[in-house]
């Protein structure tokens, strides 16, 4: 029988490294070569298939990256099962606030979320500030998941969604149901499912 | 209207209908249309876990609001899984005709082509009605039935064994839940009116709780904006006028009394009404007594004017009447109640009368001293019906000439008394329905809509201690008073007496859950509701000094009653939202109605001395905002002594549309259809509002002024979008105290543009707040749109910090000019503290520097900007801006202005409520000066300096009664009361007698 897993995933980063580029790339395969600045926070939900039995849903919140905001962020990363911090590969200021909110989301987020750094616009390559090895080893570092990505070319996206949810630990009961009567978007059905897959995921940690 | 579309119009947009079909109950009589069914099957998908769900529901056709049979009515709902099946049989011998466009009726006439069906519930769903056989002609809607239903069997994951309940599945099944929900259907659509508590709840306290990040139930939340939206909508589009409704309330409990006096002041709304209150406050004195005796009514009705008229009048009368009957165009003075509603309690105090109908003797007693206090008015009215439980009658009078407008007359009756059935106490209610008349030949209308009013008398609990009795008698009378449910018939005969004929209709098939069976009306089911009762809600205040109060004939009527209904245990239950939440009562202005001993042991004016006096009867009333209800009167009426309370009335005007339930109906199916899409759940990520700018700076915020600042909003998508605002945290605001925003819902068709209105209004409490708090404002408003986005509002603003709304304790702790001041708790240490707050002081000290100006001061109106001038300068610290010795003598005037408002805007008062009592013992200067030394050190100090201040001008004035009239304005305000504080309030007068030792 056939399986649905459902996690809440937050993206964050500087404002204009391509945030929600790059959630309408994977969403709907589509990219904006004008696109305004996120005022709030968008939800969008996609399902990747991991094999014929097993998909998963992610219920996207791509927040605003603009200071002002910076605030909100929290709302939004609680009970988050797992986040793409974002920066854009031209810009080195942008990996430095990616660490920031790398630091953030260790100090407050849930303990068990998944964290992807994410270097995008590959297709600007020829302007690179960020050189890989750099990112890759402070990725290395935290125990982040790492790549880089085109929202514009589509290079990576799909890829390091899959690779998220792979990473994801299923080991909660199928997502049937789960939310009770008609939970709208689901939100709490994912805060529900998070804990029980907190609990069961930690067993290694308790092991240390 | 199809079957399809009918049925379209009672499921909610998510949910998709598989299969219509029309077909007929099998009972013994094949031609009855009762027996008409539709089933329908109905898909539920739900995206979320990629599984989908069936129904088959059953449905009855109904007597719409429109008064034809076009209505669907849910009557029973199958789940389709486990055991669940649908087994086809040839009926009769004819050959099968596969023609799938009939309609029923021709599947009545042609029994010999026609397929059986028989439906096999699933586990738990079983009961005792009989077989469900239905028979149809619609072959091949039948043959789609049953593959679909085969279809969503196998699709099913439900253990085949499992008992599905309904009512509590929190997983399969449980998006029909809604179905089972009274008012799930639109509001619009429903003959039945909404819940009044529900319906007068801001929209946004409906909606599922939700924050930034968190949506609630997205799609019940729209639901419910759109129904609202296309509620009011729908109503606005098809109004084609308006009818105001006059009724005249009283409610008298009698003492079981038989009537001996005059009725008129309490039963005649106008002429005499009016006359009876200038009675009342020129002399104490009593009106002659009448005496009447049932026997003497009879020939006081039956007065000519009855033969002149012997046939109800039309509600239309034409030209042609008004001319031939002058003398009774008089007589039905438009300016008379339509309706006129007494509620009595206590009318038999037998013991009998508990146990046994009395008969209705006390009854017919009691209408013919109303029709009597009517006098020659009475010929226009007529009793409409009556509702007596025990003690407790309610009943309704009609002016003839409308009398035909009303109808659906239902009654009923709950006991609260011994063993909490007993009629003792309790309560008994009345509904019923005004169709206005309309004529206008132009655009004439079919099928009038109305509006219904429901009237309660009851008669609660007795003594002081028990206000929690009370206010579970009144959530128990609110609970078991409902009236039998009944399809919209007309009847325009009155109705007498008691139950009304149950129109209730015979369900063949007992109910699996409660769907669509004719419900009982709550009485909050509708749309206007009035409570006439003894409550026996009593005052909170020492009996002591509550007599001396009310007694206090140096305080006037108005502000003394308004002080002690302050302590009325009523409106404290109210406000702890104990009982009677929601609804309105009129500010009390008549002297408490309860007891009145006819005896000797009565205070001066006529209380008992037993029993602590109270305002026990009362009139409370709610109504739906479509139906506009405006109180007109409230009072007491003294002269009528026969009872140990006195009777109260009411004058209301009820505002009712006039509109054409078709037209309402196609309108509202017209809207619901241009909503279909709101709740399609594929909208994921869609960018459906554009707001035109999301930073909204309102600058400087200063104390008394207000801004504006609006936004627009616009859709931009091709569906509808519904939003509201949410708060950052479950539990926090929506939006700061110092700002509001409107709407904060609402819904806005393809391209439709709203605009949202920020306000900044700063009055002393949010000063107060302000005050302490860092300068700069700032906040985020979040605004949600259903299943989309968070929309983020940055407001900011920076408060100027003002010396009004202040402690004394702070103002004497700050470093300088308030203004001046970087944060809020950059204060000198409490051991540094001024004496007195440095800008009364500079009020005082410029008063007196220029005291040849002395007249109108704290008397006379000031010019609003000079204020405004002399608070800046308080604030800021710079020097008053106006020339040495001014002429302008409204300068002076403007600076007493200051200093009242001043003192107003104080978050204390200078002489604490808790100190007001003893002031009334102070009986000279040297007393009223020890007082003093109760006070804070500030305090005192602010007080030796102002009122040495008006002992100055006061003493220098050559007029005589100048002290008397300053201590007149400036009491209240120096020795101001507190409405938070427990402690009794005094008299102004007696405020004024304090300050008249220091000024005089």
Not at chain 1, 195 to 208: D, L
Request: some cysteine; charged content about 25%.
């Amino acid at each position: 029988m056939s399986k649905q897993y459902q996690f809440k995933l937050v993206l964050l980063g500087e404002s204009a490294v391509g945030k929600s580029s790059l959630v309408l790339r994977f969403v709907k395969d589509q990219f904006d070569d004008y696109r305004e600045s996120t005022i709030g926070a968008a939800f969008l939900t996609q399902t990747v298939t991991l094999d014929d039995q097993t998909t998963v849903k992610f219920e996207i919140w791509d927040t605003a990256g603009q200071e002002r905001y910076k605030s909100l962020a929290p709302m939004y990363y609680r009970n988050a099962n797992c986040a793409v911090v974002v920066y854009d590969i031209t810009q080195s200021a942008s990996l430095e606030k990616a660490r920031t909110w790398i630091r953030e989301l260790q100090r407050q987020a849930d303990p068990s979320i998944v964290i992807a750094l994410c270097g995008n616009k590959l297709d600007l390559a020829a302007r690179r500030q960020v050189s890989q090895e750099e990112a890759k080893k402070y990725a290395d570092e935290e125990g982040l998941m790492w790549t880089e990505t085109s929202a514009k070319t589509g290079e990576g996206v799909t890829e390091i969604f899959t690779a998220i949810a792979q990473k994801l630990p299923l080991t909660a009961p199928s997502a049937t149901r789960a939310g009770g009567a008609r939970a709208g978007p689901g939100a709490r059905a994912g805060v529900d499912l998070n804990k029980q897959a907190a609990s069961a995921g930690q067993p290694e940690a308790c092991n240390c | 209207m199809s079957t399809l579309s009918l049925f379209q119009d009672i499921i909610r947009s998510p949910d998709e209908v598989k299969v219509v079909l029309d077909a007929a109950l099998v009972t013994e009589n094949l031609e009855d249309t009762q027996n008409r069914r539709v089933l329908a099957v109905v898909s539920h998908k739900d995206d979320w876990d990629l599984t989908e769900e069936g129904c088959l529901f059953i449905c009855k056709y109904k007597v719409g609001a429109s008064g034809g049979v076009d209505e669907l009515d849910m009557q029973r709902v199958f789940p389709i899984y486990g055991q669940f099946s649908v087994v086809m049989r040839q009926m009769g011998r004819g050959p099968v005709n596969l023609r799938s466009d009939m309609v029923p009726k021709s599947v009545l006439q042609q029994p010999g082509a026609v397929i059986a069906l028989s439906i096999t519930p699933a586990e738990g769903f079983q009961d005792d009605s009989p077989l469900l056989t239905f028979f149809t002609h619609d072959v091949k809607g039948l043959g789609t039935l049953v593959s679909e239903c085969r279809r969503l069997k196998e699709a099913s994951d439900v253990d085949a064994n499992a008992a599905i309940d309904l009512a509590s599945s929190k997983t399969h099944f449980s998006w029909l839940k809604p179905y089972f929900e009274k008012n799930a259907t639109i509001a619009a659509l429903t003959s039945v009116p909404q819940d009044l508590r529900l319906i007068n709840q801001p929209l946004l306290d409906r909606l599922s709780p939700s924050c930034a990040g968190l949506p609630g139930d997205d799609h019940a939340d729209a639901q419910i904006i759109k129904d609202d939206w296309i509620r009011r909508k729908a109503r606005t589009m098809c109004r084609v006028g308006k009818r105001k409704l006059k009724l005249r309330l009283g409610t008298f409990n009698v003492n079981g009394k038989m009537p001996s006096q005059d009725l008129s002041a309490w039963v005649q709304g106008n002429v005499n009404g009016l006359r009876s209150t200038k009675l009342e406050k020129e002399t104490p004195e009593l009106p002659p007594m009448m005496n009447i005796s049932p026997l003497s009514l009879g020939e006081v009705i039956s007065n000519p004017f009855n033969r002149i008229f012997p046939k109800k009048s039309s509600p239309h009368q034409t030209e042609w009447d008004v001319n031939q009957y002058a003398i009774r165009v008089d007589l039905d003075n438009p300016e008379d109640p339509d309706l006129l509603v007494l509620g009595f309690q206590e009318l038999d105090l037998s013991t009998e009368a508990l146990l046994y109908s009395t008969g209705t003797a006390r009854e017919d007693a009691w209408c013919l001293a109303v029709l009597a206090a009517l006098g020659e008015k009475a010929v226009n009215y007529e009793k409409l019906v009556s509702k007596q439980l025990v003690g407790m009658l309610l009943v309704i009078f009609v002016k003839k000439s409308l009398q035909s407008c009303f109808s659906n007359i239902r009654t009923c009756y709950a006991g609260a008394g011994i063993l909490g059935v007993m009629g003792n106490k309790g309560g008994t209610a009345v509904r019923l329905t005004f169709t206005p008349p309309y004529d206008d030949s132009k655009s004439p209308i079919t099928s009038p809509g109305s509006t219904s009013l429901t009237f309660v008398n009851a008669h609660l609990a007795a003594f002081d201690e028990m206000v929690d009795k009370r206010n579970s008698d009144f959530l128990d009378l609110s609970k078991r008073l409902s009236f039998d449910g009944f399809e919209p018939l007309r009847s325009s005969s009155p109705v007498s007496d008691t139950d009304a004929g149950d129109d209730r209709t015979v369900v063949e098939i007992p109910q699996t859950p409660a769907i669509g069976a004719p419900l009982p009306l709550s009485i909050y089911e509708t749309d206007s509701l009035f409570w006439m009762l003894d409550l026996n809600y009593r005052v909170d205040v020492p009996d002591t000094s509550l007599r001396k109060m009310l007694r206090d004939e140096e305080w006037p009527n108005d502000t003394k009653i308004e002080a002690l209904t302050r302590f009325d245990q009523l409106r404290k239950s109210i406000r702890d939202k104990k009982a009677f939440h929601g609804f309105k009562e009129m500010p009390i202005k008549h002297l408490p109605t309860y007891r009145f001993s006819p005896g000797l042991a009565m205070d001066a004016m006529g209380y008992d001395l037993k029993r602590k006096p109270a305002w026990t009867d009362r009139v409370l009333y709610m109504h739906d905002p479509l139906c506009r209800v405006e109180q007109l009167s409230y009072t007491s009426h003294p002269q009528i002594t026969m009872s140990d309370h006195r009777p109260v009335s009411a004058d209301f005007e009820v505002d009712m549309d006039i509109y054409d339930t078709a037209a309402l109906n196609a309108n509202a199916r017209k809207l619901l259809n241009d909503m279909h899409e709101l709740e399609l759940e594929n909208t994921s990520g869609r960018e459906g509002l554009k707001i035109q700018d999301t930073y909204v700076d309102f600058e400087k915020i200063s104390y008394g002024t207000s801004a504006e600042r609006k936004l627009s909003v616009r859709n931009t998508s091709k569906s509808p979008c519904a939003f509201r605002f949410v708060p950052v945290q479950i539990d926090s605001p929506i939006h700061p105290e110092w700002l509001s925003v409107h709407p904060l819902t609402g819904i806005l068709l393809p391209d439709e543009v709203i605009t949202i209105t920020l306000s900044v209004q700063i009055d002393k409490d949010i000063a107060a707040i302000l005050n302490t708090r860092p300068k700069d404002l700032s906040a985020t408003l979040i605004l949600h749109t259903m299943m989309a986005k968070d929309h983020f509002i940055s407001v900011s603003g920076e408060y100027q910090y003002t010396c009004f709304a202040n402690k004394l304790a702070r103002l004497t702790r700050l470093r300088g000019a308030i203004r001046a001041m970087q944060s809020p708790d950059d204060l000198l240490p409490e051991t540094n503290a001024i004496n007195a707050p440095r800008e009364i002081m500079r009020l005082v000290n410029w008063m007196m520097a220029h005291n040849e100006h002395v007249d109108g001061m704290f008397l006379s109106p000031a010019n609003d900007s000079q204020v405004h001038i002399i608070r800046e300068c308080l604030d800021t610290g710079e020097a008053f801006p106006f020339k040495e010795q001014t002429p302008d003598p409204q300068i002076p005037i403007a600076f007493a202005a200051t200093l009242i408002a001043f003192l107003n805007s104080l978050t204390e008062s200078i002489i604490p409520a808790t100190l007001h009592q003893r002031c009334l013992d102070m009986t000279n200067r040297d007393e009223a000066f020890e007082l003093l030394d109760e006070l804070s050190p500030a305090a005192v100090n602010v007080w030796i300096s102002i009122t040495a201040f008006l002992h100055f001008i006061c003493q220098r004035s050559k007029e005589k009664d100048l002290a008397e009239r300053i201590a007149t304005v400036l009491a209240p305000v120096l020795l101001r009361d507190d409405s938070n504080s427990f402690v009794p309030p005094i008299s102004p007068l007696r405020k004024k007698k304090f300050l008249l030792y220091f000024i005089s």
